[in-house]
């Protein structure tokens, strides 16, 4: 669940990351610093492995605390 809601979240968080083009606060960065594109929906422009890299990655780390919560109860 966490992981989908993460997903969603890319999106706005482009828009408040100071290192994106046309995010809130892109004039504030340095000269010479590098731009970012928009994130888009669970991070799909910097790849299309990307979504399914961060869900999985949730995934696994959910499984793992569950595991571990399930050895302590």
Do not use: Q, Y
Not at 43 to 59: D, E, S, Y
């Amino acid at each position: 669940m966490h992981g989908i809601v993460a997903a969603m979240a890319m999106p706005m968080m482009s828009a408040m990351h100071p290192r994106v083009s046309g995010g809130a606060r892109t004039a504030e960065a340095p000269s010479g610093e590098v731009v970012l594109p928009p994130f888009g929906f669970g991070g799909k422009n910097f790849g299309r492995a990307t979504p399914v890299g961060l869900w999985m990655a949730h995934i696994v780390f959910g499984a793992a605390w569950g595991i571990v919560f399930a050895a302590l109860i």
